[in-house]
């Protein structure tokens, strides 16, 4: 069992930065796939960024170039570094978890944590 917790939300003004963490239970090294998603009232939860065990990052278009998703596997943490931030970043954060590529990038991770809200004036 891998517990997640993120932290880092805030309210930020657009242009601002934000820099999230997702601090695991246990040894990351065992959980394989990582990535951040969010989800707004009413629509589906989004992909964000993926990174696997090696730091292989990958990340949806609308993100792209802003944000930057690492790990450190000795700290058992998962980041997300999140620059020129819009309104519409507005969401709830979540970090998920899975031995399996494929689960975390369909949505469908074997752990995930409890949110933490960023929120994006203009």
């Known amino acids: 069992q891998v517990q997640l917790a993120e932290s880092g939300g805030g309210s930020v003004q657009a242009g601002g930065s934000l820099r999230l963490s997702c601090a695991a239970s246990?040894?990351?090294?065992?959980?394989?796939?990582m990535g951040w998603f969010r989800q707004t009232p009413g629509n589906e939860r989004e992909g964000v960024a993926f990174?696997?065990?090696?730091?292989?990052?990958t990340y949806a278009d609308s993100v792209k170039d802003r944000f930057t998703i690492s790990r450190d596997n000795a700290k058992n943490t998962l980041y997300l570094q999140m620059n020129s931030l819009k309104p519409e970043d507005t969401a709830m954060y979540y970090c998920a978890a899975d031995v399996r590529r494929e689960n975390v990038v369909a949505g469908l991770p074997l752990y995930w944590g409890q949110g933490t809200q960023v929120t994006v004036s203009s």
């Open positions: 246990k040894y990351i090294r065992s959980v394989y796939y």
């Open positions: 990174i696997g065990f090696n730091g292989g990052a």
